[in-house]
């Protein structure tokens, strides 16, 4: 079965500008989830999707958004990009929505902002 | 917020040793999981535990969590070089995973061949 996939793997953009990132769920899986990992901050839940609804959203700012396909797959934005964005923006996928459940992450888009 | 937070922050060890990484919490839980990341890649999901388990095998990992001490410990025996890696606690929160995953910081394991 193939894994969970990201694209684009590498970014760079400058501030101001946005930014669409996606993710592609291992098959059969309809729960994605997005995370933000930081030297500074760690991995941070941004939000989780689950037939095509948001479920729930972490502490970001209105600035990144997403969204979920009916096949799954799932998109997130970040729109005026500040240089605080840059990160790995690592998108996981599971069987049901929850915590409940092992998470499969895909390999992570690097989004350098500058 | 960080739930999570993982001890020591770095471990270097010779390969062959057993190494162990603890993970501590604050608030209650339904269950834990232990996720290693190589080299800023994904992560991989290694063992989940649920509040009423006291300790867990997958092949050389051991988990062990204690609810009354909130906190976890995840053993690596015989270690190999290819287990050199940051281990992740993660937790959700008691209720249903509300806010997704909580990950600690982290413990990046270094094994010396």
């Known amino acids: 079965k193939a894994g969970v996939t990201q694209t684009p793997r590498y970014l760079i953009k400058t501030r101001g500008q946005q930014v669409t990132l996606s993710c592609s769920p291992i098959?059969?899986?309809?729960?994605v989830s997005w995370y933000q990992q930081t030297p500074g901050q760690g991995l941070q839940f941004l939000f989780e999707y689950f037939s095509e609804t948001q479920r729930n959203k972490g502490n970001f700012p209105g600035r990144f958004s997403g969204r979920q396909f009916s096949n799954s797959r799932s998109e997130m934005n970040v729109s005026t990009l500040e240089l605080g964005d840059s990160a790995l923006y690592l998108c996981?996928?599971?069987?049901?929505?929850?915590?409940?459940?092992?998470?499969?992450f895909g390999p992570g888009t690097r989004l350098t902002v500058t | 917020s960080q739930q999570g937070e993982e001890d020591p922050q770095a471990l270097s060890i010779q390969e062959g040793e057993n190494a162990t990484m603890n993970c501590s919490y604050k608030?209650?839980?339904?269950?834990l999981q232990w996720y290693r990341q190589n080299s800023g890649r994904g992560l991989v999901h290694l063992i989940l535990?649920?509040?009423?388990?006291r300790e867990k095998h997958s092949g050389r990992l051991r988990v062990t969590l204690d609810t009354s001490k909130k906190s976890s410990s995840l053993l690596i025996t015989a270690s190999r070089a290819a287990d050199t890696a940051s281990y992740f606690c993660?937790?959700?929160?008691?209720?249903?995973?509300?806010?997704?995953?909580?990950f600690g910081k982290g413990t990046h394991l270094i094994i010396q061949p």
């Open positions: 996981a996928s599971s069987l049901r929505p929850g915590t409940d459940y092992e998470q499969y």
């Open positions: 608030t209650s839980i339904n269950n």
């Open positions: 098959s059969g899986h309809r729960s």
């Open positions: 993660a937790t959700d929160s008691h209720g249903g995973g509300a806010d997704g995953l909580t």
């Open positions: 535990i649920r509040s009423n388990e």
